[in-house]
Nanobody, 120 residues
């Protein structure tokens, strides 16, 4: 089992930056893939960014060039650096982890989420 705890959410103004963190604990050696998802009110959950142990990266078109996902293996922590945020980034952000095939976006473990609200 792997436990994921997100932090770093809050209220920010458009154009600002913030960093989300996801601390992993438990059987983290079994996790190769980690990702950030988000879900806005009335919308489906969407994959924002993903990374695996091999260094592969994925970004949704809507965040390319603005967000960066990276992982600190020593701290068992996943980060999402969010730059130049826009009101459309407002959502609950979730951390996910798993050991599935890259590109299938299947994750076994999920955090509780952290809310990001971007004011214009």
């Amino acid at each position: 089992q792997v436990q994921l705890v997100e932090s770093g959410g809050g209220l920010v103004q458009a154009g600002e930056s913030l960093r989300l963190s996801c601390a992993a604990s438990g059987s983290t050696f079994s996790v190769n893939n980690m990702a950030w998802y988000r879900q806005a009110p009335g919308k489906e959950r969407e994959l924002v960014a993903a990374v695996n142990s091999g260094g592969n990266l994925y970004y949704a078109d809507s965040v390319k060039g603005r967000f960066a996902i990276f992982r600190d293996h020593a701290k068992d922590t996943l980060y999402l650096q969010m730059n130049r945020v826009i009101p459309e980034d407002t959502a609950m952000y979730y951390c996910a982890a798993g050991d599935g095939e890259w590109g299938l976006w299947r994750y076994d473990y999920w955090g509780q989420g952290t809310q990001i609200t971007v004011s214009s």
